[in-house]
């Protein structure tokens, strides 16, 4: 007759030896199926209790429990350390060293031709004008000829232009925005006094000092008996805020076709102080913009009476005034994004 008593401590014996040779979870699952689950070697000894006469019953129920404990018990360290070798794998393997250096996060800045532009903005903003937004796509019209460039006129060929069609081209001045500013106003003319920051295009070769595109402030003030007088004041006040308060201006006499009269205007070098150098090439003074008084004939064009109406207007370019601020030699330097570059000349 079968032994129950014997059988369940040999299903013991032999389980825990096959556990002892287990070293993986599928392993240890199929285990869990052959001796634990319901139709496991161990649960299945129960089946067998009927044929154990009576007075063996008892014993045989305990050895059987004693089989099922032991191999349970067997079975969830084996488990347990299982997964502990599991995890302590793990976090070898995910390791981070953190004696190594961490990367460094780097943030953006802005580039100093911008900073100029806000610059510039400010302290037209303080003294009352406003900010008109210009297109770079213009018409002839308002590019050239309501500024008194007439086609074919000899003074196009200072402004070597993109032409999209006949009519259509990129702006080669900022200036187009006076056009465009008084042309708006024209029904009920009214003071202006506004700047326009933006790009320009010319169809320059690009070199050290030129760039197919660059950027401009314009100016533009019309009222009633504004003289050269208010020019003067204006840019100079203009110069010691952006340059220091020792600077002066001079302004040379120029030619512009929508200014008369037309000046250049210099500042005392803000290297030297006038004394000479190279920034200023020896001279003392360095040229930053052009400007004038607005010629009558644009008035009339754009719809203010010359009779009724003068005005001055000015435009400054960004990228001379961002050399010379910062000493950068090359004009392509702003626009080829090298981050050292940057880095050096932003919120200086
Ligand atoms: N538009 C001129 C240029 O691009 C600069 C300029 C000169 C603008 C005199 C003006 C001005 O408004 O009055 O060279």
Known sequence: MLDLIELAGLTSKKAKEELSLLNDQTGLDAFYAKYLSKKGEIRML?????????????????????????????????????????????????????????????????????????????????????????????????????????????????????????????????????????????????????????????????????????????????????????????LELFVKKMFGEKREIRLRSSYFPFTEPSVEVDVSCFKCGGKGCATCKDTGWIEILGAGMVNPKVLQSCGYDPKQWSGFAFGVGVERVAMLRYGVDDIRRFYTNDTRFLKDYSGK
Request: net charge negative; aromatic share 6%; proline share 4%.
């Open 46 to 234: 129960l089946s067998h209790m009927k044929e154990v006469v009576a007075e063996k019953k008892k014993e045989a129920g305990e050895a059987v429990n004693k089989a099922m404990g032991e191999v349970s018990a067997a079975y969830e360290q084996k488990r347990a350390k299982l997964e502990t070798e599991k995890l302590a794998k793990r976090l070898e393997e995910e390791k981070i060293d953190i004696t190594l250096p961490g990367r460094k996060l780097t943030t953006g800045r802005i580039n100093p031709y911008y900073q100029i532009i806000d610059e510039v903005t400010d302290i037209f903003l303080e003294m009352g004008y406003e900010v008109v937004e210009g297109r770079d796509v213009e018409t002839d019209h308002f590019n050239f000829e309501l500024l008194n460039v007439p086609k074919d006129h000899p003074s196009r060929d200072m402004q070597d232009t993109f032409y999209i069609s006949d009519e259509l081209l990129l702006r080669t001045q900022t200036s187009a925005a006076q056009a465009h500013t008084m042309c708006e106003r024209s029904a009920n003319p009214r003071p202006i006094r506004m700047i326009c920051p933006g790009k320009a295009y010319r169809r320059d070769d690009d070199d050290m000092t030129h760039s197919h595109q660059f950027a401009q402030i314009e100016g533009l003030v019309v009222d009633k008996n504004i003289s050269i007088a208010n020019l003067k004041a204006t």
